[in-house]
């Protein structure tokens, strides 16, 4: 007598692998049957969520994660440490792009750690010149998953990125790669208001869909009803009128909204700009 439900076990496994075998045509199919998959609890949402966002980081590319370059902690080249270190100490970073003369150009990293030799030392001698490293160049059109192998390469966890001119467009590092797999990886430097909202440009952001409403009206000065939704990302989802997917696209009031990262069941990830009035 055989057993139905051990039947219907082999029959589900024999479908995936199946699946699997006979490779997915698009990327569309390949996540679907990795949905259908967690739906039967093959693995858990997180593990999904990881899975989508290594599909993801292959289609993004550096401009859409980098720090701009207004927003870009620096050193100036000619600065003495004890100027300069409390720029560090403030920051919480451990490496800071050094600019020279032409503020437009960088001329190395210095790490946070090659000023302990110095504040340690009593001959107080230092040419940072001598203390920065080379700096890393990429352009603004690499893929981040092209991006994240050079950089487990080379071991270097900061590149400054250039615009088709060449010139500086700010700076993206190891961590903002994997940030957009793993999810936002927290330390004690960062404030909630950093965790939720990142400014990319004067009316453009990167927002965590479960960024508070109260933090997103204090932040942006609005008045969003707090009564039926308690993050942006149940608005959003309001405003859609279902769940949607990466790339679907809303405005509410005005605020354009356009879905970075999103799971099956939940919004993670927003890209939003605010509209500019007439």
């Known amino acids: ?58 289609e993004m590319r550096v401009r859409d994660i980098m720090v701009p370059r207004a927003q870009m902690v620096v050193i100036e080249e000619e600065q003495v440490p004890e100027t300069f270190v409390h720029t560090v100490v403030a920051s919480g970073h451990s490496r800071f792009p050094v600019i020279g003369d032409n503020r437009d150009e960088v001329e190395g990293i210095l790490l946070a750690k090659d000023l302990l030799a ?22 603004e059109s690499k893929r981040l998953n092209v991006l994240l192998g050079e950089f487990r390469a080379s071991r270097n966890h900061m590149a400054i990125v250039v615009d088709e001119y ?37 009316n453009e952001y990167i927002v965590k869909a479960l960024t508070p ?20 990302g149940g608005l959003v989802v309001k405003s859609f009128g279902h769940m949607p997917q990466r790339g679907e696209k809303t405005v509410i009031g005005d605020f354009h909204f356009e879905v970075i990262r999103a799971s099956k069941r939940r919004l993670l990830l927003l890209q939003m700009r605010r509209l500019e009035s007439d």
């Open 1 to 58: 007598m055989s057993d139905d439900r051990g039947d219907n076990g082999r029959g589900w496994l024999d479908r995936l692998f199946a699946a699997l075998n006979r490779e997915p045509a698009t990327r569309e199919e390949l996540v679907e049957m990795l949905r259908d998959a967690e739906s039967r609890n093959l693995f858990d949402a997180e593990a999904l969520s990881m899975i989508e966002g290594v599909l993801q980081v292959g």
């Open 118 to 139: 110095y504040f340690a030392s009593s001959e107080r001698e230092f040419d940072i010149r001598d203390a920065m490293r080379p700096a890393v160049f990429v352009p």
């Open 166 to 202: 060449s010139g500086v467009a700010g700076l993206v590092t190891i961590e903002d790669v994997l940030e957009q797999i793993v999810g936002e990886i927290d330390d004690e430097h960062d404030t909630e208001e950093e965790r939720y909202i990142k400014a990319r440009s004067h």
């Open 213 to 232: 409403i109260e933090d997103f009206n204090e932040y942006f000065d609005v008045e969003f009803s707090e009564d039926e939704y308690d993050t942006i």
